[in-house]
């Protein structure tokens, strides 16, 4: 029995004897493979809770990522619309608001009596000057601008020029084009030049003094500024205001109207708003010694301007044969047969903008420049009893009413006055210095 069991031992460790690499089989050499696919099956669904944690956590952020945006969107819609509907209302009058700004004068009562006298036929003002119509945005576009005016004054035997400059430039390019004119009047006809600028044309002569007066002070006799945004004014600024509603595609709008299909330049209208108006008048201060009248007029609003035509232009037409009733018709008035005159609703859209601003800010305007705006700081300010717009000084209304006095009647009292200012300031500086010279006596 125990050499039977002896027997089997042996042959039990041949057996193992036999298999390859089971003898050197240690611990190490089973165990690390057992413990790593131990790990890996507790690594697993570790991982799992990992990526379920961060799944998590991405489906709660995504949420709130676009709430943010959604938020941030919401904020700056707000934003543009309350800037929209605010507009100018901080912005009109700024220049009665700013400490150390030179206080108006009223000089409405005698422009009023000089107008008077100038209807009824007594001219005075004096051919020793020449008389310089500086014209405004636009007036490229309109043949008859100044001209009536022109005409008027040369009747009288005076010296009257219409600048030509590109009324759609910028402020500063056409002040360096007035002060060669004005050079070229002066070195021409040994006369000082008188100014009288309309709209955007006062706010370029303002420049042409404020920019050049070391230049200009011996050439220059005076500066009356008819219905100017010298402040500026709200139509320009709500128009090219940044920040607003759609304001990029109305600034494309506008780079199209002034640039490409009038060959103007968008600084012309940029120009004229709150913004460039306050910096240049920082930077740039009318000469003090220069005499200076501010005109400006409130537009009528009654239903019945909306129905009133301005004449702007006359029409070329090619001959026609005409029939002569009367029988005495000249090759003068034939020529003027061919002349269509070109009207326009011109003071039915100043009005409708006039109520515009009245509604939008409490403002009276001319339509397009509004009453504090156009005050000079340091000049007389010229306030008319009569509903004119923006458009009436320098384009005659379709029906005239001759009771009332007209544009070139107008603009003859305000440089009339204009003469009489600065008149008056010479006299005061020969008083004052008679008496410095008596007082070193």
Known sequence: MRHSQCTAAKATQQHNRSVPGFADLTFESWAVPICIGVTCKLMLPLFGIQLAWRLAIASWRCPFHYIRCAQGRVRSISSRVRRTLHGSSDDIGWLQQTPGMAPVEDGTARFLELLECIRNGEHTLPDSFVYLLIPGLFSNHGPL???????????????????????????????????????????GSGKRVMLLGHSKGGV????????????????VAGLALVQSPYGGTPVASDILREGQIADRETRRIMEFLICKLIKGDIRALEDLT??????????????????????????????????????IAHAELPWLPLPNFGGEESDNSAQAGRQVPVVIPVSAAMAVCALHLQLRYGEKSDGLVTCRDA??????????????????MVYSSWKKNPTEPDPCEMCEALLTQLVEIGKSEQGKKGVGSSSTSNSTT
């Open 145 to 187: 601008y100044f001209v009536a005016t022109k005409k008027f004054f040369s009747k009288k035997g005076l010296a009257c020029h219409i600048a030509k400059i590109h009324s759609e430039a910028s402020v500063e390019h056409n002040a360096w084009e007035l002060k060669q004119y004005i050079e070229e009047l002066y070195w």
């Open 204 to 219: 370029d002569a303002a420049a042409a003094l404020s920019m050049y007066w070391s230049d200009l002070k011996d050439k």
């Open 274 to 311: 709150y913004e460039k108006r306050k910096e240049f008048i920082m930077n740039h201060k009318l000469p003090e010694e220069i005499p200076l009248i501010s005109f400006h007029s409130e537009a009528s609003v009654a239903p019945g301007v909306l129905a009133t035509m301005t004449h």
């Open 375 to 392: 005050e000079v700081p340091g000049s007389v300010v010229v306030r008319p009893n009569q509903k004119l717009d923006h458009a009436w």
